[in-house]
């Protein structure tokens, strides 16, 4: 099931783009289809047994990226725990790191100021790696 900071992620992104992710919504949905094969499930066990990124993770590090589609200056807000080092890659299609950022974190609410806007317009993935683990996040670029 989404957590509080899921579906305020969701209100803030509808309030942006002005569509919002049925799956934070109505967390039931994921029963409906096989990711193996991308094809709709007639009739699911419902609930049926999910886990999503966060549920296995051993830290409350929580992060949002805002804006998202952006023109390559954004922010990542990040909450820790404790204080730690994060280490950002930018990602472009073909798995080229296209740009870095080291950044030292406080045990609570830190932002973290990124301008790429040196890149070309399209889809790119946001690695985050800290002493909890890593996560990774797709990122638009208008």
Do not use: H, W
Not at 18 to 35: K, L, T
Request: net charge negative; hydrophobic share 35%; with cysteine.
């Amino acid at each position: 099931m989404p957590d509080n900071f899921e579906i305020a992620r969701n209100d803030y992104v509808d309030s942006l783009q002005g569509n919002r992710n049925p799956f934070i919504d109505s967390a039931q949905y994921v029963c409906y289809i096989d990711f193996s094969t991308m094809t709709k499930i007639t009739n699911p066990n419902v609930p049926c047994n999910t886990v999503g990124i966060f549920d296995n993770k051993k830290s409350n590090d929580q992060f949002l990226i805002a804006p998202n589609p952006n023109t390559g200056s954004f922010k990542i807000f990040f909450t820790t725990s404790k204080n730690q080092t994060l280490n950002l890659n930018v990602y472009d299609l073909f798995g080229r790191i296209v740009a870095t950022k080291q950044v030292n974190l406080t045990n609570g609410n830190n932002t973290i100021d990124m301008n790429i806007e040196g890149l070309s317009k399209g889809i790119y993935s946001i690695e985050m790696v800290n002493d909890n683990g890593r996560a990774t996040e797709k990122l638009v670029i208008d």
